[in-house]
């Protein structure tokens, strides 16, 4: 295998220390940007650099640390300049790169991205509610991780939390299901309803979730906490373990997880529930059979309230 590979061109502006390489011919890679500088530097005097670039594979973590730096950057004076599709759209390239990457020291990038959110000119300038777009046509699970977030804040803030808290629940909300970036695509994506053997390997991305975020430097267990426990169910009728002790975290992203899915799922099979319906047929059913806790769903509710 080559000692290099290929750069990604929405990380290529943010590097400084990364050097970058020109494939002149087979497996010959000249120097093209040294470290210390940014391309961007290079071009007003160079012009167009070359269509591809390269970087060293064990250079790969640090450049996409680099690169979660520019574009948190980027993201801060998106929403300080309330620009909610640039917003998005920086947030959607931060959560998929990282997400492409998930393992200690890239997964620590995204507690800055969430910290921005809750930030008092974020608050000011209402740009949670609209990331929470109800009717997105691009559906991933980048998405739903960001729609679980958007959601995990503004519960915070309806329910006062401090900044650190509701950074917390925001990163458990973006984290959540991490564990399926090492699931088969053909499961995460199947049009129809999933084989015992293969709802066997789609629970274990709690699991998989959980051994990912207890290796990263977080100052909280909680996160990992809410990658293992967001499907159980107070019941005990949950997955992977059938706890009935649910800590309170994993239990408020396990009800937003299942309101995202609901109002968001656009798989052929199951089309997107209005948010009322959701929360008033389906969701409302599992509390009153004891699944989900009856203070946390009306707390959601009335989080929802000026949606
Ligand atoms: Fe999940
Ligand atoms: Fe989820």
Redesign the pocket.
Known sequence: MSEYILAKASQLNFYINIPLYHNIKDDTYVLYKPTGIMLGDMRISEGMHPHELFIKQSDKLTGLQEAQKGFNKQLENYVKSSDPAKVKETLVAVVDETLAEPRSGSLEGVSDTVGIFVSDYSRESGVINSLIDLSSKDYSSTMHSINVMALALKYSFHMNFSSAEAKLLGLCGLL??VG?TKINNEILSAPRKLTDEEFAEMKS??ILGYKILIACKFNSKEIAACALD??EKIDGSGYPNGKTRISQLPQIIGLI?CYEALTNDTRPYRTAMDAYNALNQIILKDVVSGKYNKNLYTNLIKSLGNL
Do not use: I
């Open positions: 959540h299901d399926k991305h709690t967001h499907h997880d």
